[in-house]
């Protein structure tokens, strides 16, 4: 069901009337180490995750390291420009194989005694194996993990045999084209150490109802309640925001690049939590892009990435700082409510309290999250 | 049974005969998990400890957030000059209230949507909430914890229903009433955080035999062995010790200001403990107070007050920094011993050892203590 | 056996076939707690471990503290000259007694209360105890632990009664004769602290399969292919490899001391791991010695002592940091990629690999250690 770019308005208001039995989750989703090993296990380790960008290798031999649910991965362009994901583990004694977090090589080398691997994980070098019996190289190939790519994002699973990422998508097909994804690049990535829960930090991305005391500058620009909702239910979240006349989400107000694609409304923002750790935001002449990363109950790393259009890089008038800079002072207010939160969450006064009308997202994705963990 | 200032002197005595079976507790007491889980469950979440002084609540409007058993709380004094203590938590969503320790407020509102208290708890301001049925603001008050004053200093408990804090201080009725305490001010407070388990403070204040060792400046304007008890055995323990001639307990040895109150002898201090969690050190004209907030078994936050008269802030010749750096010196002395006994009482080669004629006050303590242990 | 500095080359080869079967540990020996507990209680608390060597102790009076499975204990030469190993814990109150890492003193006095032990561990002082009913002192003399010499190296041993150490060290007896490592004296220690399994120490030092990879300058002058084993099994395994010709293990490639003893062939350096905690490195003008201290499956602390005859220590041409310089570059470049392999073996990836023919001393000390584990 390819929706249009201004999204066909199906349930596009707020809940008029509100169910009184709509409530946060309780403590121990926030605190229990035997739920964030659950989370780990269930959600981390068994659906596909953002891991990042296909601009981020551009050419072959091109590699770049992640952690997904404790693992290093290399992920890598091999030389037939096919991308692969591999554990950052020597089949040999077990070394790391890249301790950088990218680079760019036409083979990978492991530091300890000089077992390579192609860029495929094909084993093709090992010093001095030929000497043992019944040693064969094409049984010591780097472990492969499943990766594909939606939009131009990579997305790698580490279950066995996951349903393939396109069907996952499905229910999207389309309904970004207009941003033209693919072909974006980065201009900037600002990492966040977060003392807060995971979960807390899609329940903050989720509602506007916090706008007007902890984003004054947002809340000048673009009214908290403008915000409407097109996507209510399932792993994939969100609606949009007005943003005023002669207003933007930048310092200066001003647009700070050439639109990304053919945005028909400029004076629109797309906002999207993409489960389990995508937070996809969509504006005229950007695109932004958290990478969520629980590390801990209490803990959470943040990779915010701000994607424009190539031919933006070379104009004049380009200034991504002025956007970057705006959602680098957003995103740092959210982050310190996360954080009150998780400390008065993990109280023994806390009980779940009641979500309000404005809070119809959140308590969606409370509800999908639930299915993996109960 | 009120007692004079200078202390009917029932045991005025140390013991002279004393039997060999009085012992150090056992090595668990001081690096178990699960008895300092007891403790913080049986003791500090059950029982009346000290947090405060009034005189930092001076106005309508004045709070402080301290934290007990791990739970952060905010004490206040309301529009009817009625000191509250409530839980740091929003009933909306779990929030933090209040980051700071200390400020001023008309109500106590939430960071994250505004959902705002009145200083009496009772919820005032929720955004949107009408809209939800079944919602009553009455429902979704702050919290309350239990609260009290005993000679100016607040207590609080956390237990439901506890008996009141003056039973609980009833054996010290009017005993202390020469100091002023109620309307003392604080010059000063220092933080201090020690390696060491809190019961270690408590049997190191409770004794002068390790003060030629360790006190090398207090040893000689105070003999250790002038130390005589008066309180030898409950939640009460202590005694006094004598000032030599000429000498005082500061830098200088000269009084550092004006008495706190009318103290018949100016040449004797006194040392009590008041389980759990205080330590009150009466010299005449300065009065030195200790919170000792478990942490871990192996780790105590301890804030330490100097409480002065006062009109002794606006005598020409008030000088607390004299006691003060005295009294910092003193404790630092103390926290290095007891972080050492810390330490070799880790060792799988500590047994209880055999306290000395001058230890019988710990051993008291250690008798009390396991009242709620075993 | 004594045998001769030049080895006897009973097994003076690598071996040419190799079976397919000897593998790398599992997984759980390199990051499980309780593996990481039974190591502690079974090798650390019951064999003897290097703690120092005799020169630490020139003096009577004289004393150094070390940590041995979490212990911490005095090592000191008394009046009589004997060398004694107590527990660094005050038998009064559990204090530990000395803080410092080496000192001199003709007493131990304990800081808390003044307790006073005897270089020989006897309690000669304790104020105050003789008023306390059946107090003796000869109830509270510091535990001891046994300890013992051989080749001027100090061991320890914290198993009630264990086999003597001259036992233990009688496969080796007379074969380091030529060293003179009794009467040697340390120029230089060196601390690392290195985050991987001690056990991955062991391993990297018994190969230079990793050679040419990791020591470019090493490899130069001394060929990765000239290692061959003298002791292929049991607690003590090893062997020597050649140095080229006009080079040396030195930064300048020159003899930075004169010889240690008569070394017949100044162009070899022997390599031997004595189970559990020695790296013993043998040079024509220097002995190198690690001490490996496990502080959790994660992390080892590394003493590096670098030896020299004492006449040495008075020639002009000393230049003892011409071999520590070399030897600390070498070390890093060693923990560097230990630590890669820490990482990577706490992968989920991870599985046992092949040892090559050039990892059979590995091999050896895998299968020693297993005996105490499993």
Partial sequence: MPLSQTVAPVSRKTTETFGAESKTLGQQYFVSPEIFAKEQDRIFSKQWVLVGHQSQLAEVG??????????????????????????????????????????????????????????????????????????????????????????????????????????????????????????????????????????????????????????????????????????????????????????????????CALPVGKIENLQEVFYYSIFPNMLLSLHPEYVMVHQLWPQSPERTLIMCDWFFHPQAFEREYFNPEDAVQFWDMTNKQDWRVCELSQQGIASRAYEPGPYSPRESIPAAWDGYYLRFIT
């Avoid at 890249?98 to 860029?119: F, M, N, Q, V």
């Avoid at 019944?134 to 190939?141: A, I, K, T, V």
């Avoid at 996507?231 to 994939?236: A, D, I, S, W, Y």
């Fill in 62 to 255: 091109d590699y770049f390291v992640v952690v997904v649910a404790g693992e290093s991965l290399i992920i890598v362009r091999d030389q037939k420009s096919v991308i692969h994901a591999f554990y950052n583990v020597c089949r040999h004694r077990g070394t790391r194989l890249k301790e950088d977090t990218c680079g760019h090589g036409s083979a990978i080398r492991c530091p300890y005694h000089a077992w390579t691997y192609g860029l495929d994980g094909r084993l093709i070098g090992a010093p001095h194996m030929d000497q043992v019996q019944d040693f064969h190289r094409g049984d010591y190939s780097l472990h492969a993990v499943n990766v594909a790519v939606w939009e131009g994002f990579i997305f790698t699973n580490l279950a066995d045999s996951p349903a393939p990422l396109d069907e996952w998508f499905a229910p999207l097909n389309g309904k970004f084209s207009h941003w033209n994804m693919p072909i974006l690049r980065a201009a900037k990535r600002i990492d966040y150490d977060v003392k807060a829960n995971w979960k807390l930090m899609f329940q903050n991305y989720s509602e506007c109802y916090h706008c007007p005391g902890v984003h004054p500058m947002l809340s000048k620009v673009s009214p908290y309640d403008s915000a409407e909702n097109d996507l209510t239910e399932g792993p994939f979240l969100g609606g949009f925001m007005k943003i005023n006349k002669g207003a933007g989400l930048t310092m200066s107000g001003q647009a």
